[in-house]
């Protein structure tokens, strides 16, 4: 609103207040009837000598001392204001004051829809086993142990690449659900992608968000042929991959992989056909509480 529109609205509120408080001031007068104190009064000025009588419905007072203060009969003063009057004034008023002080509706627009590559910074969180197995927003069932995340905005099958802006640790996330509703985080995700980001003791981490899949379909590179692999993290940061590759040791090797025109760097144990043989090489690692993910190769 303008700063003179905002004035003028302001100085009608007050004068319209004003304008209310004696109509309903003119009502209280007009129901109480006569004010006691207009009936007589009392008065120190000298009486001056009645002229005949008051034909007998009147009284005498006996004189006192003089100077003294002597009863003066009066007469009733009718109200200032009619009660109708007062009432009709008191509800146009009224109606005035809503019109001036009421706020228009407010008007919201659908927020626009996502581009790919856009980004997102700021706190994310994760949440797991007290809501396992309940509804999402989407209506899907919460699976801890699936790489999903909430989103207050981004339509449920989005897809995005978060990064661990700490420690340089990605996981793919898809969206299902609603949240976080807690001001200053942008993003709850699941228990399985917590481990990948390597936050699953924390519970708040600061995040880059970035749109690599629309729900109308699948953007990110198609995996390569060969089957599964246990991933054991990926990172943006390929020095930080090649530190894990060494920390697990055995088979591990860092594959290059492009996720929406960015680089990631994976860390993955080998190959295999099926996912009973993935899990089972991955048990010895998982037992070293590695965050272990068996993905497409």
Known sequence: MPADAAEVASVSRVATVVL?????????????GPDPSTVGYLSIRKVPPRQGGDGGLGRAHPP??????????GVMRAPRLPVLVALSALAVLTGCSRAVVGTPPVVSTP?????LGIEEVGLASWYGSPHHGRRTASGELYDMNQMTAAHKTLPFGTRLLVTNRDTRRTAEVRINDRGPF???????VSYAAARQLGVATEGVFPVRLRVISL???KVEAPAAEG?????DGSFTDRTKAEAQR???GGVATVSEVTVADQSVYRVDLGSYSTPMQARTAAQPLAARRFPLLVAAR
């Open 215 to 217: 729900p109308a379909g």
């Open 20 to 32: 209310m408080i004696v109509a309903m001031r003119h009502v209280f007068l007009a129901l109480e």
């Open 64 to 73: 006192g001392p003089p100077g003294a203060a002597v009863w003066h009969d």
């Open 246 to 248: 060494r920390e697990v």
């Open 227 to 231: 089957g599964l692999t246990v991933e």
């Open 111 to 115: 927020p626009e829809p996502p581009a």
């Open 182 to 188: 807690v001001k200053g985080r942008i993003l709850d």
